[in-house]
């Protein structure tokens, strides 16, 4: 049985999206971030990285790194037609997916929601958590250019959206920050979706 690696509230809601979408039999292995649980020997034999997703697979090997298992999950799964098979469509899906991943969650939203983590100083934070959200909707203004006249962002639903949606539910469901309307049409579409309602009904969300 396949297993997630999920910690609440975390990028491992779109994983578990895709897991969903595949039709894949798994269980979820829940780890409390908030209780330090990421750092246990036990979590740390499953991932040294300290961090989730991670997919234990049914052979026992494990996958990281939210881009390396959303492409796994989907080119294991061709019929679903998560990532197109042309050259053009596959690299603009890994452009829209690497946007979200790299820019919007890791270069943007981690510095609005752990300025901890890269200063122990409250005033140094504070500017922080202003730079992050500033970035957010600079990214967020980029995004909802891109979908003008669209309903996903990377052509036909593919694993870049299940990307932007855990973006997406990060500013409107734990920050409450506006969407930009493309994008918020965007994240109601995916909340349509049998898929993200079985996530958001893990994460406690109507």
Known sequence: MTTLVYAKGTCA?????????????????????????????EFRAI??????????????SVLTEY???A???????????LVPADP?????????????????HMLS??????????????DEQAQLKDRGRDAVEKGLAVVNEQLEGKDWIAGDYSIADSALYYVEFWVAEVAKWPLPANV??????????PSVQVSRKEEGVA
């Open 13 to 41: 809601i779109g994983i578990q999206v895709l897991l969903e979408e595949v039709g894949m039999s798994y269980d979820i292995k829940k780890a409390d971030f908030s209780k330090g649980e990421q750092h246990t020997p």
């Open 47 to 60: 991932n040294p990285k300290g961090k989730v997703p991670a997919l234990v697979r049914d052979d026992g």
């Open 67 to 69: 881009g390396a298992i």
């Open 71 to 81: 492409m796994w999950l989907a080119l294991t799964n061709p019929d679903k037609k």
């Open 88 to 104: 053009e469509g596959m690299a603009r899906v890994i452009e829209a997916l690497d946007f979200a991943v790299g820019t919007l």
């Open 109 to 122: 939203w981690r510095m609005f929601r752990r300025p901890d983590a890269y200063t122990a100083n409250a």
């Open 184 to 193: 918020q049409k965007h994240y109601d579409r995916m909340k349509q979706r």
